[in-house]
């Protein structure tokens, strides 16, 4: 399996700006592909963004899509978020799910979660 680190939360006024980390270790080598997803208090966990491990596919929410950007480093076996132009409603603890192939299909793994907090 995979395990994550995921670092970059706080708390930061509306307009402001973030990066967040996610840093794989273990079974790297199958990854296929990783998300972030978010958790505001007393809601679902809602899909944030998606990077392919392999080619330039990315995907966005239509609530984050031009203020967030998620981007990889093959290298490092880390996944980022730059949330710019944050607000409000975007607090929440935000988790990345990295995907990896499997004999038997597919797993995700899910780090701990980084809480961010937009101010007004």
């Known amino acids: 399996q995979v395990q994550l680190v995921e670092s970059g939360g706080g708390l930061v006024q509306a307009g402001g700006s973030l990066r967040l980390s996610c840093a794989a270790s273990?079974?790297?080598?199958?990854?296929?592909?990783v998300d972030w997803f978010r958790q505001a208090p007393g809601k679902e966990r809602d899909f944030v963004a998606r990077?392919?491990?392999?080619?330039?596919?990315?995907y966005y929410a239509d609530s984050v899509k031009s203020r967030f950007s998620i981007s990889r480093d093959n290298a490092k076996n880390t996944v980022y978020l730059q949330l710019n132009n944050l607000k409000p409603e975007d607090t929440a603890i935000y988790y990345c799910?990295?995907?990896?192939?499997?004999?038997?299909?597919?797993?995700?793994?899910w780090g701990q979660g980084t809480q961010v907090t937009v101010s007004s």
């Open positions: 990077i392919s491990w392999s080619g330039i596919g990315t």
């Open positions: 799910a990295w995907n990896i192939g499997t004999a038997a299909g597919t797993a995700e793994n």
């Open positions: 273990g079974r790297t080598s199958s990854t296929l592909h």
